[in-house]
């Protein structure tokens, strides 16, 4: 129930290419879904945010997608750069409980030059 | 700095021993959480504390785990008899109350012999 499940584990984009990463939940209790960046050595960071009540976010390069129905959501990169190189992370909360993360289990982006 | 400082960067210690994990987080935020980040792993909740609530501690894995919060801001995450398990990267994050977005620090990187 409070599982979020991540896919890829890794993936390899060439530069301008479109990155996509897939999250499923289930526990419908869920009502914020953000997607999280990391670098090497540092903390994890916000990169975009979605709630159940929009199908679609878009800031800048980066897009989330979510399925209400499927209790899926996906992060899109488009015009994938070299600097994109991290891993990025799905993750759902239940804000009315305080917002207690539950995350995926993370997704190793590299993009070739 | 204004972001959430955790303390020490990084600690070897020999199995069997205590050790203390410190997360200063960001003024005026309410919320604290505790993660593990074992390598290659996403990340695993442990404990989060909200104002002056009674502390969500459902994520910690065994009772050789604690942590408090004084006062409502710095908290301590103490392991006891640690074993080579243990061995990860334990983040800490702060948060407003009812934003959701989860600022997290550095880590403190534990290695245990």
């Known amino acids: 129930q409070q599982q979020v499940k991540q896919s890829p584990q890794s993936l390899i984009v060439q530069k301008g290419g479109i990155s996509i990463i897939n999250c499923a939940y289930e526990n419908t209790a869920f009502d914020y879904f953000p997607w999280y960046q990391q670098f090497p050595g540092k903390g994890p960071a916000l990169l975009i945010a979605i709630r159940p009540d929009v199908s679609e976010k878009k800031e800048g390069r980066f897009t989330i997608s979510f399925n209400k129905s499927a209790k899926q959501f996906s992060l899109h990169i488009m015009d994938s750069q070299p600097g994109d190189s991290a891993t990025y992370f799905c993750a759902a909360s239940m804000l009315s409980q305080g917002g207690k993360l539950i995350f995926g289990q993370g997704t190793e982006l590299s993009v070739k030059p | ?113």
């Open chain 2, 1 to 113: 700095g204004a972001g959430v400082s955790q303390s020490p960067s990084n600690k070897v210690t020999e199995k069997g021993k205590d050790v203390e994990l410190r997360c200063d987080p960001i003024s005026g935020h309410t919320a604290l959480y505790w993660y593990r980040q074992s390598l290659g792993q996403g990340l695993e909740f442990l404990i989060y504390f909200q104002g002056n609530s009674a502390p969500d501690k459902s994520g910690l894995p065994s009772d050789r785990f604690s942590a408090e919060r004084t006062g409502g801001s710095v908290s301590t995450l103490t392991i006891q008899r640690t074993q080579q398990e243990d061995s990860a990267v334990y983040l800490c994050a702060s948060s407003e109350q009812t934003t959701g977005e989860l600022f997290f620090g550095e880590g403190s990187r534990l290695t245990v012999l």
